[in-house]
């Protein structure tokens, strides 16, 4: 449990590797109070969804103009929102709010579906009219 984060400038916070030997389970980390300071973001990498936790209590003065600062590398920044902890062995005080992020993909994958949806279209079509083009022996 860490009393207060303060972050100035670019900060950075990595919930671990995902090296086989680093360890395996949820990860947590518990503050009472996080400050992101005027023109600092927090980039918190490694994250996964499900196993690792970033709970700050909920009176922290600070957190609704924290979470506009932050972002999850691989999720969508504007995805970034609290919401209750899931209640289990792990936090029986229900003095804290989770901050979390929504995978969205990035508009590059959309467009990458896109493409290999034509493509695939394309040659399915060509494979039918020729088929349909070769006459019966």
């Not at 009176?59 to 932050?70: C, G, N, R, T, V």
């Given at each position: 449990m860490i009393s207060s984060l303060v972050v100035e400038g670019k900060g950075a916070l990595d919930f671990g590797s995902e090296d086989s030997d680093y360890g395996h389970g949820p990860r947590f980390l518990l503050l009472d109070d996080l400050v992101?300071?005027?023109n600092s973001t927090l980039q918190i990498?490694?994250?996964?969804?499900?196993?690792?936790?970033?709970?700050?209590?909920?009176?922290?003065?600070?957190?609704?103009?924290?979470?506009?600062?932050?972002?999850?590398?691989?999720?969508?920044?504007s995805s970034v929102h609290i919401k209750a902890p899931h209640t289990g062995d792990y936090h029986k005080d229900k003095d804290y709010w989770e901050i979390s992020a929504t995978y969205v993909p990035e508009p590059a994958t959309y467009g990458g579906f896109l493409v290999a949806g034509t493509v695939s279209l394309s040659l399915l079509r060509r494979r039918l009219k020729a088929c349909l083009g070769r006459s019966p022996a």
């Open positions: 992101i300071g005027n990498s490694d994250w996964q969804d499900g196993r690792d936790h970033l709970l700050v209590r909920k009176y922290s003065q600070h957190l609704e103009d924290a979470l506009k600062k932050i972002e999850f590398l691989g999720y969508d920044r």
